[in-house]
């Protein structure tokens, strides 16, 4: 539809008073003849429109009115920007037509207001429109609001939006850069920093949809993947390592070399197969942007980055890149860095500990002559002849030839570091000047058992060295080789090669790990663990020779292989062209530090075992070397106070002068053994463990602290005090030695007198701790022996030291010693019982607690137990509370049978009650029914009566019969239901106890039962007199006997009461003549209602012999019946003398 401007509209003074203002659009809109138009003449435009109109020509807020049924498109001149180049004929065109490319979000959003007439509301939605030509990411906040039509529908829909876009993309843009700064700052190598950056760019994939990171190789030659977002491994876009010169998909080459900022580059077609990102569709450009390195040795590197399909590369992206880059340029240069500073500061350290083992090591050089110079000298001081002599001055001299040697090693190390070290370098004739130096190792070579080889044939011409200089070479050499060889050759060889001269000093040695070579001939370095034959040594002897080979322009090298051996050579260029020239044949100012070959061999030769080193008698040449003194000592008579295995003293020093002079210093009081190393001494301390252990720190194949805590981990030497001898002064050292589990630290240089206390006081101290130990022990036992549950508790946090078997059956746990009770026991939380512990231990006092109600874990469940505690505070000899001892009874059983007693007393009164109150209703029962059933028989009976006196005479044989058979039923029915009502309160009812003559009382009875004419009843003398119920006893006897009058059945009935002492009874017979009872019958015969003959023959209710029963077991006594049939019958009732408590 195309809009016509020509010729003036025919309703131009409505459209100006409706279009008036607005700009270039309320121009535009003035200018257009919209009766051509789906509105129609603005006359006749709703006024709604007009109103929506007026509002969007004068808003400055982008907005547009869409009317009609087409969404005729309105706009306002700050939505021309949103129009873009579709501007101006967006005007007048519908909506579907303007936003093709977006309508499948907006169209339902339009429909939505326009059908249902319901607002919608977005905010920053992405919307990919095509306005400028291209397609273009964009986001936008607008709301589609209803405008109604001058029918009541809706006519259209107006809109105001605000664009979100540059918003959008720079706070992404600013996250990413916040997290690539956060992320990468924890990176601590340049790896690290390259892993950590692609992770990050992972976060954007919109304006990043892939990434690859490529870093220059040292040689500078190749580039490396250090990381990648959004490719998969072997991908062909994202190589893993690229030649600079060979053919690239990315221009790494031209970036690097040009160091270009930023190229942006087309994706090769045969690469568009790359990740998409955020998007549907691949990335059609990318970016190289170059890592700039960071100082010579800083990385260089390229970024590859896939470029957003949907926005132009302008400045704001191109500048995005830039910090991008940037900040990976500072992350991998502040990795570096730290990379760096990391290497310098190991590079101190270890300079440090290099210095701190130097001088550890220069320490015990210094300290142990020291020690073997003044020792001998504070004895010959305090000896009356204050002279030294003999082997004492001997080992005064040889060491102090030692430490002159020591210290002259350090005055030329000094003055090399000082470059004050004056050379004198002459042409010298080196194969013999070699020859005789090795010649004075030959003797100390064949007493350890090696064969030394000498090899130093003429060379063709004098070599320039400095005498002093090569012979701290050749000696320092071979002296290492004699130290680490225990088997095999020493060599030494002297070789012309062109324009140098070898000298090459191979061993057989124990060989020097591979590790090790490259840190060898650095000052103050040991190999750790090396076999040696002393640990003896200052870490500078190597240093040394590799300085002085310097000074003279030569080199030195090493190979070596464990087990097998090592070889050095040292090469020395020939001529005197490469020495200083004034150095040359020059005079000497300085003192020389050379001490000849005699002090080498005498230390190599302390380091041999005794029959390794001793010369045999009149062997010449053995003025300077000492015979050592023999391993072991043996006391004289009345000097050993404490010889003997409990006083034996196991000393171990791989110094022989320093064995030999402890030993003399020790063996007058105790039996001394000494060894060369800390292996030995452990050898012989399992062997038999000694009283005491005298260790020097520093030893070969097992120092001081091995042998230590080898010591403590044995059982059988754990308790052996253990004193350590020591170079290393001071209070750490000191310290270090305790912690270590050693009794004390002896620092050198001693005295004497010094060493002796020591090793008296903890002799002594090891004495009372093993008494003290025997003595624990046999508490111990006692503990473990007791039939009680017994526990003892350490420390605040009660943890368990002993705990007996019954302790442990009792709580059902074996594992308990160690533990706290917290530990052993999680189930107790804060129970009582701990808290009966904590208060205890707290407050000092003994406590008791009974009844004790705990959960205990028994057979995989956790029950109720209950116990009898009593809980002691033990002190230590401070009197401080240090534990508890809790002694413990279970109860549980107890407990619960009391408990269960509670409950059935309990169940018995509240039964007893229920019972009263049953008898007290059958009381009532009783009585009711008694009175109901009595009222009509005595009307029967009455009735009877008045019948037979009204009609006297009248009345026929046959008739008074019924009529005396009629009363004799009421008669017997009464006589039942009195029966019913006496054997329902039989037993219940009490009366009071009084004393009761029973003969008296049986004379009563009988005169009230008036027996027959011809029957007869004896009461036998001495009835007694009781406590009794009087009633109660009456009807028992009265039942008796009337039973025994009535079922005698014959003229001379014969009863007989009699009565016996039966202890805690008194026992009744009421004896009668009649026909007797089967034994059958014996038991029936009591119970209710039950009779032996039919009630024709003996009238009867069959209660009487019931009541009897009921009455006398209720209190406490029995009955029982004696009878056979024709011989009468015996009624025993046992009666007791003292009345049952009512229950």
Same mark, same amino acid.
């Given at each position: 539809?195309?809009?016509?401007?020509?010729?003036?509209?025919?309703?131009?003074?409505?459209?100006?008073?409706?279009?008036?203002?607005?700009?270039?659009?309320?121009?535009?809109?003035?200018?257009?003849?919209?009766?051509?138009?789906?509105?129609?003449?603005?006359?006749?435009?709703?006024?709604?429109?007009?109103?929506?109109?007026?509002?969007?020509?004068?808003?400055?807020?982008?907005?547009?009115?869409?009317?009609?049924?087409?969404?005729?498109?309105?706009?306002?001149?700050?939505?021309?920007?949103?129009?873009?180049?579709?501007?101006?004929?967006?005007?007048?065109?519908?909506?579907?037509?303007?936003?093709?490319?977006?309508?499948?979000?907006?169209?339902?959003?339009?429909?939505?207001?326009?059908?249902?007439?319901?607002?919608?509301?977005?905010?920053?939605?992405?919307?990919?429109?095509?306005?400028?030509?291209?397609?273009? *990411?964009?986001?936008?906040?607008?709301?589609?609001?209803?405008?109604?039509?001058?029918?009541?529908?809706?006519?259209?829909?107006?809109?105001?939006?605000?664009?979100?876009?540059?918003?959008?993309?720079?706070?992404?843009?600013?996250?990413?850069?916040?997290?690539?700064?956060?992320?990468?700052?924890?990176?601590?190598?340049?790896?690290?920093?390259?892993?950590?950056?692609?992770?990050?760019?992972?976060?954007?994939?919109?304006?990043?949809?892939?990434?690859?990171?490529? @870093?220059?190789?040292?040689?500078?030659?190749?580039?490396?993947?250090?990381?990648?977002?959004?490719?998969?491994?072997?991908?062909?876009?994202?190589?893993?390592?690229?030649?600079?010169?060979?053919?690239?998909?990315?221009?790494?080459?031209?970036?690097?070399?040009?160091?270009?900022?930023?190229?942006?580059?087309?994706?090769?077609?045969?690469?568009?197969?790359?990740?998409?990102?955020?998007?549907?569709?691949?990335?059609?450009?990318?970016?190289?942007?170059?890592?700039?390195?960071?100082?010579?040795?800083?990385?260089?590197?390229?970024?590859?980055?896939?470029?957003?399909?949907?926005?132009?590369?302008?400045?704001?992206?191109?500048?995005?890149?830039?910090?991008?880059?940037?900040?990976?340029?500072?992350?991998?240069?502040?990795?570096?860095?730290?990379?760096?500073?990391?290497?310098?500061?190991?590079?101190?350290?270890?300079?440090?500990?290099?210095?701190?083992?130097?001088?550890?090591? @220069?320490?015990?050089?210094?300290?142990?002559?020291?020690?073997?110079?003044?020792?001998?000298?504070?004895?010959?001081?305090?000896?009356?002849?204050?002279?030294?002599?003999?082997?004492?001055?001997?080992?005064?001299?040889?060491?102090?030839?030692?430490?002159?040697?020591?210290?002259?090693?350090?005055?030329?190390?000094?003055?090399?570091?000082?470059?004050?070290?004056?050379?004198?370098?002459?042409?010298?004739?080196?194969?013999?000047?070699?020859?005789?130096?090795?010649?004075?190792?030959?003797?100390?070579? *064949?007493?350890?058992?090696?064969?030394?080889?000498?090899?130093?044939?003429?060379?063709?011409?004098?070599?320039?060295?400095?005498?002093?200089?090569?012979?701290?070479?050749?000696?320092?050499?071979?002296?290492?080789?004699?130290?680490?060889?225990?088997?095999?050759?020493?060599?030494?060889?002297?070789?012309?090669?062109?324009?140098?001269?070898?000298?090459?000093?191979?061993?057989?040695?124990?060989?020097?790990?591979?590790?090790?070579?490259?840190?060898?001939?650095?000052?103050?370095?040991?190999?750790?663990?090396?076999?040696? &034959?002393?640990?003896?040594?200052?870490?500078?002897?190597?240093?040394?020779?590799?300085?002085?080979?310097?000074?003279?322009?030569?080199?030195?090298?090493?190979?070596?292989?464990?087990?097998?051996?090592?070889?050095?050579?040292?090469?020395?260029?020939?001529?005197?062209?490469?020495?200083?020239?004034?150095?040359?044949?020059?005079?000497?100012?300085?003192?020389?530090?050379?001490?000849?070959?005699?002090?080498?061999?005498?230390?190599?030769?302390?380091?041999?075992?005794?029959?390794?080193?001793?010369?045999?008698?009149?062997?010449?040449?053995?003025?300077?070397?000492?015979?050592?003194?023999?391993?072991?000592?043996?006391?004289?008579?009345?000097?050993?106070?404490?010889?003997?295995?409990?006083?034996?003293?196991?000393?171990?020093?791989?110094?022989?002068?320093?064995?030999?002079?402890?030993?003399?210093?020790?063996?007058?009081?105790?039996?001394?053994?000494?060894?060369?190393?800390?292996?030995?001494?452990?050898?012989?301390?399992?062997?038999?463990?000694?009283?005491?252990?005298?260790?020097?720190?520093?030893? %070969?194949?097992?120092?001081?602290?091995?042998?230590?805590?080898?010591?403590?981990?044995?059982?059988?030497?754990?308790?052996?005090?253990?004193?350590?001898?020591?170079?290393?002064?001071?209070?750490?050292?000191?310290?270090?030695?305790?912690?270590?589990?050693?009794?004390?630290?002896?620092?050198?240089?001693?005295?004497?007198?010094?060493?002796?206390?020591?090793?008296?006081?903890?002799?002594?101290?090891?004495?009372?701790?093993?008494?003290?130990?025997?003595?624990?022990?046999?508490?111990?036992?006692?503990?473990?022996?007791?039939?009680?549950?017994?526990?003892?508790?350490?420390? %605040?946090?009660?943890?368990?030291?002993?705990?007996?078997?019954?302790?442990?059956?009792?709580?059902?746990?074996?594992?308990?010693?160690?533990?706290?009770?917290?530990?052993?026991?999680?189930?107790?939380?804060?129970?009582?019982?701990?808290?009966?512990?904590?208060?205890?231990?707290?407050?000092?006092?003994?406590?008791?607690?009974?009844?004790?109600?705990?959960?205990?874990?028994?057979?995989?469940?956790?029950?109720?137990?209950?116990?009898?505690?009593?809980?002691?505070?033990?002190?230590?000899?401070?009197?401080?509370?240090?534990?508890?001892?809790?002694?413990?009874?279970?109860?549980?059983?107890?407990?619960?049978? &009391? &408990?269960?007693?509670?409950?059935?007393?309990?169940?018995?009164?509240?039964?007893?009650?229920?019972?009263?109150?049953?008898?007290?209703?059958?009381?009532?029962?009783?009585?009711?029914?008694?009175?109901?059933?009595?009222?009509?028989?005595?009307?029967?009976?009455?009735?009877?009566?008045?019948?037979?006196?009204?009609?006297?005479?009248?009345?026929?044989?046959?008739?008074?019969?019924?009529?005396?058979?009629?009363?004799?039923?009421?008669?017997?029915?009464?006589?039942?239901?009195?029966?019913?009502?006496?054997?329902?309160?039989?037993?219940?009812?009490?009366?009071?106890?009084?004393?009761?003559?029973?003969?008296?009382?049986?004379?009563?009875?009988?005169?009230?039962?008036?027996?027959?004419?011809?029957?007869?009843?004896?009461?036998?003398?001495?009835?007694?007199?009781?406590?009794?119920?009087?009633?109660?006893?009456?009807?028992?006897?009265?039942?008796?006997?009337?039973?025994?009058?009535?079922?005698?059945?014959?003229?001379?009935?014969?009863?007989?009461?009699?009565?016996?002492?039966?202890?805690?009874?008194?026992?009744?017979?009421?004896?009668?003549?009649?026909?007797?009872?089967?034994?059958?019958?014996?038991?029936?015969?009591?119970?209710?209602?039950?009779?032996?003959?039919?009630?024709?023959?003996?009238?009867?209710?069959?209660?009487?012999?019931?009541?009897?029963?009921?009455?006398?077991?209720?209190?406490?006594?029995?009955?029982?019946?004696?009878?056979?049939?024709?011989?009468?019958?015996?009624?025993?009732?046992?009666?007791?003398?003292?009345?049952?408590?009512?229950?």
């Amino acid at each position: 539809m195309s809009l016509e401007l020509d010729g003036p509209p025919p309703d131009r003074a409505d459209a100006r008073a409706v279009l008036a203002g607005g700009g270039e659009m309320g121009a535009r809109m003035r200018a257009i003849d919209w009766s051509k138009t789906p509105l129609g003449p603005v006359s006749s435009w709703p006024q709604s429109l007009k109103t929506c109109v007026r509002i969007v020509l004068t808003s400055r807020q982008p907005m547009f009115v869409w009317w009609g049924d087409s969404l005729i498109n309105l706009y306002n001149d700050a939505y021309k920007s949103i129009v873009g180049g579709k501007h101006p004929e967006a005007l007048g065109q519908p909506a579907s037509v303007v936003w093709r490319e977006i309508w499948g979000q907006v169209g339902p959003r339009a429909a939505s207001a326009m059908r249902r007439d319901e607002g919608t509301y977005d905010e920053a939605l992405l919307l990919i429109m095509e306005r400028n030509g291209y397609q273009e *990411e964009t986001y936008y906040t607008f709301s589609y609001s209803p405008v109604p039509n001058d029918q009541g529908g809706t006519g259209g829909i107006l809109c105001a939006n605000t664009e979100d876009t540059r918003r959008i993309i720079g706070e992404r843009q600013l996250s990413l850069l916040r997290d690539l700064t956060a992320r990468t700052a924890h990176g601590r190598s340049w790896e690290d920093v390259c892993a950590l950056v692609a992770s990050s760019l992972a976060t954007n994939a919109k304006d990043l949809p892939f990434a690859l990171l490529y @870093v220059v190789d040292p040689d500078r030659r190749r580039v490396q993947l250090a990381g990648s977002t959004g490719f998969e491994r072997g991908h062909a876009a994202a190589p893993e390592t690229i030649a600079l010169t060979d053919a690239s998909p990315w221009p790494l080459a031209a970036v690097l070399r040009e160091h270009e900022s930023c190229r942006v580059v087309e994706i090769p077609t045969h690469l568009r197969d790359l990740p998409t990102g955020a998007w549907q569709r691949p990335p059609t450009r990318a970016a190289a942007l170059a890592i700039s390195p960071s100082g010579e040795t800083g990385r260089a590197g390229v970024l590859i980055v896939g470029l957003n399909p949907f926005r132009l590369f302008d400045d704001d992206y191109r500048g995005f890149l830039h910090l991008v880059a940037g900040q990976i340029s500072a992350s991998i240069a502040n990795a570096q860095a730290y990379e760096e500073e990391k290497r310098r500061a190991e590079a101190l350290a270890e300079l440090d500990r290099a210095k701190t083992t130097f001088f550890s090591n @220069v320490s015990h050089e210094f300290r142990t002559p020291l020690t073997l110079m003044l020792g001998p000298l504070e004895d010959a001081l305090a000896s009356a002849e204050r002279s030294l002599s003999g082997a004492d001055l001997e080992t005064a001299h040889r060491n102090a030839v030692r430490l002159l040697k020591l210290v002259n090693a350090l005055l030329d190390f000094s003055r090399i570091e000082a470059g004050r070290i004056q050379a004198s370098y002459e042409p010298t004739d080196l194969s013999a000047l070699t020859a005789d130096l090795a010649s004075a190792f030959r003797s100390a070579m *064949e007493r350890a058992g090696l064969a030394f080889e000498v090899d130093c044939p003429a060379l063709p011409e004098p070599i320039y060295v400095d005498h002093d200089m090569w012979e701290k070479i050749v000696l320092n050499l071979l002296s290492n080789a004699l130290k680490f060889t225990f088997e095999g050759t020493v060599s030494i060889s002297l070789r012309a090669h062109g324009d140098r001269a070898d000298l090459t000093v191979r061993d057989t040695g124990t060989g020097i790990p591979e590790r090790e070579l490259s840190h060898l001939f650095k000052r103050f370095h040991r190999v750790q663990g090396a076999r040696s &034959r002393t640990h003896e040594g200052s870490g500078i002897g190597l240093a040394l020779v590799h300085e002085l080979v310097r000074l003279h322009g030569g080199t030195i090298h090493v190979t070596s292989e464990l087990s097998v051996g090592t070889s050095f050579t040292v090469s020395l260029p020939r001529g005197a062209g490469h020495l200083p020239k004034d150095r040359v044949n020059a005079a000497r100012t300085l003192a020389s530090t050379t001490t000849g070959a005699a002090p080498f061999v005498q230390e190599a030769l302390r380091w041999l075992p005794r029959a390794e080193s001793a010369s045999p008698p009149g062997a010449e040449g053995d003025n300077t070397v000492e015979h050592l003194a023999p391993a072991a000592w043996t006391p004289s008579d009345g000097a050993a106070l404490e010889a003997g295995p409990a006083g034996r003293v196991l000393l171990a020093d791989d110094n022989a002068d320093m064995r030999e002079y402890v030993g003399r210093v020790l063996r007058e009081r105790w039996t001394v053994e000494a060894v060369a190393d800390g292996a030995e001494a452990l050898a012989s301390a399992r062997r038999s463990p000694p009283a005491l252990v005298l260790t020097d720190v520093m030893m %070969p194949n097992l120092d001081g602290f091995g042998l230590l805590r080898a010591l403590r981990a044995d059982e059988r030497t754990r308790a052996v005090p253990v004193v350590m001898l020591s170079a290393r002064a001071g209070e750490e050292s000191r310290v270090e030695g305790l912690e270590a589990g050693a009794d004390d630290y002896l620092p050198k240089p001693f005295s004497a007198r010094e060493l002796v206390a020591r090793v008296a006081t903890h002799l002594q101290l090891a004495r009372l701790r093993a008494a003290a130990e025997r003595e624990r022990e046999r508490l111990y036992d006692l503990f473990m022996q007791a039939p009680v549950p017994i526990a003892v508790f350490a420390g %605040p946090e009660h943890r368990y030291e002993v705990a007996n078997p019954p302790y442990c059956e009792m709580v059902g746990r074996r594992d308990l010693v160690g533990k706290s009770v917290r530990e052993a026991f999680p189930e107790l939380g804060e129970h009582e019982a701990i808290a009966m512990l904590d208060r205890a231990f707290e407050a000092g006092q003994p406590l008791r607690m009974t009844e004790l109600s705990i959960p205990v874990r028994r057979g995989g469940a956790v029950n109720e137990a209950v116990f009898n505690y009593v809980a002691q505070p033990i002190r230590d000899p401070s009197g401080a509370v240090s534990g508890v001892m809790v002694v413990a009874f279970e109860i549980t059983d107890q407990v619960l049978a &009391r &408990r269960r007693i509670e409950q059935l007393s309990q169940h018995r009164e509240e039964l007893i009650a229920a019972l009263a109150k049953t008898n007290q209703e059958l009381d009532q029962f009783a009585y009711v029914a008694s009175h109901d059933l009595k009222a009509p028989l005595r009307g029967i009976a009455n009735l009877s009566e008045w019948i037979e006196e009204s009609l006297a005479g009248k009345l026929d044989g046959e008739t008074q019969e019924h009529i005396h058979l009629l009363r004799g039923r009421v008669r017997r029915l009464e006589a039942l239901i009195d029966g019913i009502l006496h054997y329902s309160r039989a037993g219940r009812l009490r009366g009071d106890v009084v004393s009761v003559d029973t003969g008296h009382l049986l004379a009563e009875v009988v005169e009230l039962l008036s027996p027959p004419e011809g029957a007869r009843v004896d009461i036998a003398p001495g009835m007694p007199t009781i406590a009794a119920e009087r009633v109660p006893m009456q009807q028992v006897f009265q039942n008796l006997i009337s039973n025994a009058l009535k079922h005698a059945r014959r003229s001379d009935a014969r009863v007989e009461v009699t009565c016996e002492d039966a202890g805690a009874y008194v026992e009744f017979a009421v004896s009668d003549n009649g026909p007797g009872i089967a034994p059958e019958y014996h038991e029936r015969i009591w119970d209710l209602f039950h009779t032996l003959e039919s009630r024709d023959k003996v009238e009867g209710t069959g209660i009487g012999l019931s009541v009897v029963k009921k009455i006398v077991q209720s209190r406490g006594g029995s009955v029982s019946v004696s009878s056979r049939p024709g011989a009468g019958a015996t009624f025993i009732v046992r009666w007791p003398k003292r009345v049952k408590d009512e229950a």
